[in-house]
């Protein structure tokens, strides 16, 4: 009797954990258009909720800082915009979107790093900020890392509603965003205790430093780059900010002694970014 020899793909003698720990590695570009159309063990593996869990490249233990952190940008190396920066006029477009990414998540559970603006709609078109956020609250409680770039239309009462839902939120983006302002950052301190980082570039408001350095004192990574920070503000954030290991201002046209203030502050801030 003649048996026929079956070819198999080296991927598929792969086990599907030991795939999922790769498709954790790529993009979420790939996660969503490419590696589930590859074949059968490929699509099943990475149906996994834990496949999902970020929407950035798993490569390297400080990947998550260095994306909503460290990064000049969210549309930086860290991050692939699943959807090519092709935001809808449709408001539901967005949502859909980000039901989908819920559901691949196991209900959203699995959820620990989620960027907000691709789901967002278009500039002229009708707000969905709220929606999405209401999304985020009620199906991602374990989420630690949160973007809110490019969101302008949120509401208060929204944006509390996650900090209270999503205690464990430890990284958090307000760059070009006006949601950083005290009675924002008051409730975050109040929610979510793990707080480590923040992100604010562009405009500043009046308050940033004080509010920052009352609710944040054991802050430990801190991106105020390209913003609009003086001087004063951020020798009292060097000062009182006691914990911080990451300080990048770097663009900040607005200093004008702070190469004074960085010869103090790095004497105990080990990573200090600047021009």
């Known amino acids: 009797m003649t048996m026929k020899h079956q070819s198999q793909r080296p991927g598929d003698a792969l086990p599907s ?3 999922l720990n790769i498709f954790c590695k790529t993009s979420i570009k790939d996660r ?12 099943y593996a990475s149906a996994d909720p834990h496949c999902w869990a970020s929407m950035i490249a798993e490569s390297e233990s400080d990947s998550f800082e260095v994306a909503f952190l460290k990064d000049s940008y969210p549309y930086g190396s860290s991050f692939v915009d699943p959807f090519d920066g092709r935001r809808s006029t449709d408001p539901q477009r967005g949502v859909i979107c980000l039901q989908a990414l819920i559901r691949r998540a196991g209900g959203g559970a699995a959820i620990n790093s989620l960027y907000f603006f691709p789901f967002l709609t278009s500039v002229v078109s009708p707000p969905n900020d709220d929606e999405l956020l209401r999304l985020i609250a009620k199906h991602c ?7 809110f770039h490019g969101s302008f239309h949120a509401s208060e009462e929204a944006i509390f509603n996650v900090f209270r839902s999503c205690r464990e939120l430890e990284l958090i983006d307000f760059s070009n965003t006006p949601y950083c302002y005290t009675s924002i950052l008051q409730e975050l301190s109040c ?22 350095t009352k609710w944040f004192p054991r802050l430990r990574l ?45 004497k105990r801030i080990p990573e200090i970014l600047y021009d």
């Open 141 to 147: 409680p374990n989420l630690k890392h949160l973007s």
């Open 222 to 266: 801190l991106n105020v780059s390209y913003s609009t920070i003086v001087d004063l503000d951020m020798f009292t954030i060097v000062t009182k900010c006691k914990e911080l290991q990451y300080l990048d201002v770097t663009g900040c046209q607005q200093l004008i002694r702070y190469m004074d203030i960085v010869k103090i502050a790095s």
């Open 32 to 43: 969503f258009d490419n590696i589930p159309f590859v074949c059968k063990s490929w699509a």
């Open 191 to 212: 929610c979510c205790t793990k707080i480590r980082g923040v992100r604010k570039q562009d405009v500043l408001e009046t308050n940033f430093a004080y509010d920052l």
């Open 17 to 19: 954990t030991a795939l």
